[in-house]
């Protein structure tokens, strides 16, 4: 998983597939990275990323709410259409930051 | 409506095999000539209906998942996902948006409401220790 920081951001870059297979090797990933107090904003760039299902929803639900427990926040990016709807469906929108771009 | 193409592919419930099951039933829908839009709102519904085989299903079992695709001469495509796992009690209680049975694993119970906006139907159909079968229609028109 690519993944860049800055300050108190960190920006994780999806490739390929997430569905439920995948979904604890991401998840655990991403926690490991989380584990430094001072990230308080995990921005999730889905440009690169062919398929999701609702499995992905689970896993951004899930670092909300690790996020929103010390303060912080969760932005997505670069998400298909098909990605949106499943976001959109979810109500992930009022709590998820959608970035343009 | 009589069927134009059928297949029927079995496997063992394991999360490998989500991914190749989504894939083969989106390869055999492409006879349809469907949108890619349309390909992939079969592949996420096919991917949601197998996954709760797996992980509701069959919980910490494994066993057989079997999936069944058709389509008639009128495009509509119809995908039947069954497993012989532990059943549901209460569907309509399944399949109301966010009721997940694992919470703690992070599923986020989205699965049918995925299925039934993706699709033009989903039915289900299942008996408390003896299954589960999902069928999942939707009408690709000709291009």
Partial sequence: MRFEKHRDTLTVHLEGELDHCCAQSIRREMDRLLEEPQIRRLVIDMGDMSFMDSSGIGVILGRYRLLASRGGSVAVRNMNRQVARIFQLSGMGQIIEVMQG | ?143
């Fill in chain 2, 1 to 143: 409506m009589e069927q134009k193409n059928a297949m029927t592919l079995e496997f063992l419930s394991l999360p490998e095999n989500e991914g190749f099951a989504r894939v083969a039933v989106s390869a055999f829908a492409v006879q349809l000539n469907p949108t890619l839009e349309t390909l992939t709102d079969i592949k996420t519904a096919v991917s949601e209906a197998v996954t709760n085989a797996i992980v509701h299903g069959y919980r910490e079992e494994t066993g057989i998942v079997k999936v069944e695709a058709s389509y008639d001469h009128s495009g509509k495509l119809t995908v039947t996902v069954s497993d012989t796992g532990c059943g549901i009690p209460d569907i309509a209680r399944a399949m109301t948006p966010f009721f997940t049975t694992q919470p703690e694993k992070e599923r986020s119970g989205m699965g049918f409401a995925v299925m039934q906006t993706f699709m033009d139907d989903v039915q289900v159909t299942s008996q408390p220790g003896c299954g589960t079968n999902v069928t999942l229609v939707k009408t690709i028109a000709a291009e």
